[in-house]
Nanobody, 121 residues
Framework: QLQASGGGLVQAGGSLRLSCAAS????????MGWFRQAPGKEREFVSR???????GYADFVKGRFTISRDNPKNTVYLQMNSLKPEDTAVYYC?????????????????WGQGTQVTVSS
């Protein structure tokens, strides 16, 4: 089970750090991803980190967001800086067990419940 936390209300330009903790599952065996979904929109890829720690980002967050993982703590983080109103969404963490990971939701096997991020202008 994945538990996402750390969302909240922040002003534009501010920062938040999301956490994704796992219970009953060792995250080091998975590629971990963050997705987001705004009202009326499809769920979209934000970032992922491979088992070896290699990170990838959607273009719209490059230079602002940083994904990391702490395997001893069984937790993945998403540091979000320079937040914009268009970053407002529910953010989900997900785990991908496949050998070749992807950036579409269908690649991911397990999902957290989501945490709301609201950025005011």
């Amino acid at each position: 089970q994945l538990q996402a936390s750390g969302g909240g209300l922040v002003q534009a330009g501010g920062s938040l750090r999301l956490s994704c903790a796992a219970s009953g599952r060792t995250l080091s065996g998975y590629t971990m991803g963050w997705f987001r979904q705004a009202p009326g929109k499809e769920r979209e890829f934000v970032s992922r980190i491979s088992r070896s720690g290699s990170a990838g980002y959607a273009d719209f967050v490059k230079g602002r967001f940083t994904i990391s993982r702490d395997n001893p703590k069984n937790t993945v983080y998403l540091q979000m800086n320079s937040l914009k109103p268009e970053d407002t969404a529910v953010y989900y963490c997900a785990a991908d067990s496949s050998v070749v990971s992807g950036t579409t939701p269908s690649h991911y096997d397990y999902w957290g419940q989501g945490t709301q991020v609201t950025v005011s202008s």
